[in-house]
């Protein structure tokens, strides 16, 4: 497979993934990086030829497994691009406020909630076989909100409390020096290379992945109140709300306002010889009300 069909081949394993993630299926085998033994090869530690438990079935080329699981198909995609580019050199595109966090905001926030799901999820101190994980995530917050110099003795103290003293200092140091290897890396300005080009070095996570890793709900999201580590539908109704309280604020009338405030003013009851109680029971009844529902 060349380099650029990576994006693709990524996007490929989540969706398996997340369709066998019911079954039992592993996250981290999504990542590229983890190579699989491929039947007929041969371990070079024990000389054992690998085999098959089950027979192998119907073999896919990549694309035509790409165009079937994916939602578009690779010609699909790349007609959607060249759309976008026309629009874009058109000018067609319109330009939209940012509203994406800077690094260390994003990573404030993120730290507060994890601190937030901790307590309301076991109450205090990591339970055994949940510290490495929680701890993984808080650690690289702490490498972008202190000093290089800081992130060790931060960590330390962090491990201290999260696990109730079941870590040692020699524990965590084992546990997270890659953490603290790189946020100290990134303090000395050093850059590691990703995809092709320079990039810091400490560890970068996709909000959905955190969500993944904790098997965040959203019965926890809304009893936490989270802002930022939460799913699809519950952001899209934060922005709702957002966007509902900044017209409030702006002077802007609620709809069931606006309506009620025009129907006094018409007064639509009179001209059909009715009262207002009679006239409102009707339209709460009415076929026609049922049917618009």
Known sequence: MPRAALPRWRACQQVLYATLRHLGADRLAT????????????NGRSGTAVEAILPVGQVWDFDPLADE?????????????????KRRAD?????RPSRHLT????????????QRL???RWFGPLPEGQRDVWMLLTGTAVGYL??????????????????????????TQARMSAVIGRAERAARGEKIEHRGRLVDPRYRFQTETIIDL????????????????????????HRRLDEERRRRAAGATPRSTYEADALSRAKPWEAEGVSRATWY???????????VA
């Open 31 to 42: 990542d590229a990086a983890r190579v699989l033994r491929l039947v007929g090869t041969v």
């Open 69 to 85: 699981i994916l939602p578009l198909a690779r010609a699909e995609l790349v007609a959607l691009r060249l759309e976008r580019a």
């Open 91 to 95: 000018g067609r595109t319109a330009l």
């Open 103 to 114: 690094v260390a905001s994003l990573w404030e926030l993120r730290l507060s909630e994890l």
């Open 118 to 120: 901790r307590a309301h």
């Open 146 to 171: 202190v000093p290089g110099s800081l992130v060790r003795r931060e960590i330390m103290t962090l491990a201290h409390e999260a696990t109730g003293g079941w870590w040692s200092e020699t524990e």
């Open 214 to 237: 904790l098997g965040i709900t959203e019965a926890e999201m809304r009893a936490c109140d989270f802002r930022q580590l939460v799913s699809p539908e519950i952001r899209r109704e």
């Open 281 to 291: 029971r009707q339209r709460e009844t009415s076929p026609c009300r049922c049917m």
